[in-house]
């Protein structure tokens, strides 16, 4: 199948490699030539513009930052509506606000344009071995007809709703991740200023309850002071905001993601926002003026 792919960024580009594997043909464009050019090496075709990519293909998956960008690339100058034809099926994969999802669907029906809200989990990791966690908002029967292109990508694709229920469910995987991160640094912060090696906590705790894939994922990074990212805090800030954004629309109070995010915020000020969100460790050290890392 001939596909559009639009935002090559650190998942973008192995994602399109997995559908390069997998015996698609992938047209792509980014605003960086440089990412372009990676994918092109592997075998996609450059797209010229996000209209041009409209105007060659009638399957387009976007992977952008954030609502605002995918707003501009599906719905603003030399956008994929300016080149779509009515039938043309948009799966939009990056973590947005849900409200945004609808808006933009209601912006593509006018144009008799088909699209899915389908955000991922897993991470650049999951990304490059085509194993991500694929939650899925809008009509089921486009979804049943692209489950099997979006299993070239990942290793589970979830019909959860209505447009907007792949990223309300991203939101709630988002405040889960970010807790756990927190409790993470939290706890053996606590253990290394009482006199534990944390390497030892690790070794005792992650087959109990308390482990978890956060747990297995992070704490290594935390005990060994690595912080390149993987995701950086300042897009679990813009998921945070959007989960409270949400939770503030519909009557769900979430306090303990309020208390998170400030601490994420302490940090983007602080200058970590690139760094990855393990960095929680790092607002831990600040309050108790002791690492994790030995
Ligand atoms: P990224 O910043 O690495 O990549 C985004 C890409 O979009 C960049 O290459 C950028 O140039 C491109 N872009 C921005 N505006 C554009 C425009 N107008 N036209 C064309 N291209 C444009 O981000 P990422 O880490 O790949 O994340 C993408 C999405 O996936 C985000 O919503 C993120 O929250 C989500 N996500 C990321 C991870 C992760 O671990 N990185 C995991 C799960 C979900």
């Known amino acids: 199948m001939k596909i559009g792919f639009i935002g090559l960024g650190i998942m973008g580009k192995p994602m399109v490699k997995n559908l390069l594997k ?62 779509a034809k009515a039938g043309t099926a948009i799966i939009d994969m990056s973590s947005i606000a849900p409200l945004a999802s609808q808006e933009i669907e209601k912006e593509c029906a006018k144009k008799g344009v088909k699209m899915l809200d389908a955000p991922v989990s897993g991470g650049e990791p999951k990304a490059i ?54 409790a993470v ?19 005792a705790i992650k087959g109990g309850l308390a482990g978890s894939t956060v747990m297995n994922a992070k704490a290594p990074m935390m005990i060994g002071g690595d912080f390149k990212p993987g995701f950086k805090i300042d897009l679990h800030i813009k998921d945070l905001s959007n989960a409270l954004d949400t939770g503030h629309g519909v009557g769900s109070p979430l306090p303990l993601t309020a208390a998170v995010m400030e601490m994420m915020q302490t940090l983007r000020a602080d200058g970590f926002g690139q760094d ?3 960095s929680l460790a790092k607002y831990y050290a600040k309050l108790s003026g002791t690492t994790i890392q030995p």
């Open 276 to 278: 990855d969100h393990s």
């Open 22 to 83: 997998a015996g698609h043909e992938v047209i792509a464009y980014d605003i960086i030539k440089e990412n372009v050019d990676d994918v092109v090496a592997a075998g996609a075709k450059a797209g010229a513009s996000s209209k041009a990519i409209a105007e060659e293909c009638t399957t387009i998956i976007t992977m952008l930052p954030n609502s605002p960008h995918v707003k501009t690339v599906i719905c603003g100058e030399n956008g994929v509506l300016e080149g």
């Open 185 to 203: 640094a939290e706890a053996f912060t606590l253990a290394r200023k009482a006199g534990v090696d944390p390497n030892l906590v690790f070794d």
């Open 129 to 182: 071995d085509g194993s991500l966690s694929i939650m899925v908002g809008g009509d089921k029967a486009l979804f049943d007809s692209v489950k099997d292109l979006l299993l070239c990508m990942g290793a589970s694709a979830v019909h959860c709703g209505a447009i907007g229920a792949g990223n309300t469910t991203k939101l709630a995987n988002q405040v889960v991740v970010a807790l756990n991160i927190a």
